[in-house]
């Protein structure tokens, strides 16, 4: 739906480097997830975050329900990055709203 | 590990004909969904359900059924499909309350022609 913004919708980074991605809500949310869509088309969940930060390898995610947004920063980027991420939130309880999604291409 | 199973993988139907796409998840969550993903938008949540006997309409219900007989399936049911339905649909499954993490089955790559 139209509750979930996410931006940049596509991004390029030379390996080494890093991103940040980002996702506004329209509302506020309870939660967020961010996920990864491989090459094969297989979504992985990365994070689930209901406040504050998380930290997994070369990723680490942010959750500010307050200014309804979360953000999904990407260091040191390696080819096996490369895929599409989506953020997704909850308004209430177990229903997801899904971003558009941001097309990560990392080239050597 | 998590494991939701789709079936079939990939379908090519004929305008009109019923179509009825599979789902089952090996996780005991109570939570299921059904969400079809196009270019440009996403994934837009078609039907879900909190637990057998349940469905429930999602943002883009119109032209589908769902049904959740057992707390392990949950299907897609196109009665009439029309062109416009082709997309690649994900199953996905969750735990019900607070740490609803989901996880997504292969996706299943529908064709109407």
């Known amino acids: 739906g139209d509750q979930v913004e996410q931006s940049p919708s596509a991004l390029s980074l030379h390996e080494g480097t890093g991103s940040a991605l980002r996702c506004n809500f329209t509302?506020?949310?309870?939660?967020v997830q961010w996920f990864q869509q491989n090459s094969r088309g297989s979504l992985i969940n990365l994070f689930y975050l209901a406040s504050g930060t998380k930290e997994n390898g070369r990723l680490k995610s942010t959750f500010n329900s307050k200014e309804s947004y979360s953000t999904l920063h990407i260091r040191d980027a390696q080819l096996e990055d490369s895929g599409t991420y989506f953020c997704?939130?909850?308004?209430?309880?177990?229903?997801?709203?899904f971003g558009s999604g941001t097309k990560l291409t990392v080239e050597p | 590990e998590a494991a939701v199973t789709q079936s079939p993988r990939n379908k090519v139907a004929v305008t009109g004909g019923k179509v009825t796409l599979s789902c089952n998840q090996t996780n005991n969550h109570n939570n299921m969904y059904w969400y079809r993903q196009d270019t440009g938008h996403g994934l837009r949540l078609i039907h879900y359900s909190y637990g057998a006997g349940s469905t429930e309409k999602g943002d883009i219900p119109d032209g589908y059924k769902a049904s959740r007989p057992s707390q392990e399936n949950f299907s897609l049911i196109l009665e009439l499909a029309t062109p416009s339905q082709t997309s690649v649909y994900f199953c996905?499954?969750?735990?019900?309350?607070?740490?609803?993490?989901?996880?997504f089955g292969a996706g299943t790559r529908l064709s109407v022609l």
């Open positions: 997704a939130a909850e308004e209430g309880y177990n229903v997801l709203y």
């Open positions: 509302t506020t949310m309870r939660a």
């Open positions: 996905a499954s969750g735990a019900w309350g607070a740490q609803n993490t989901l996880y």
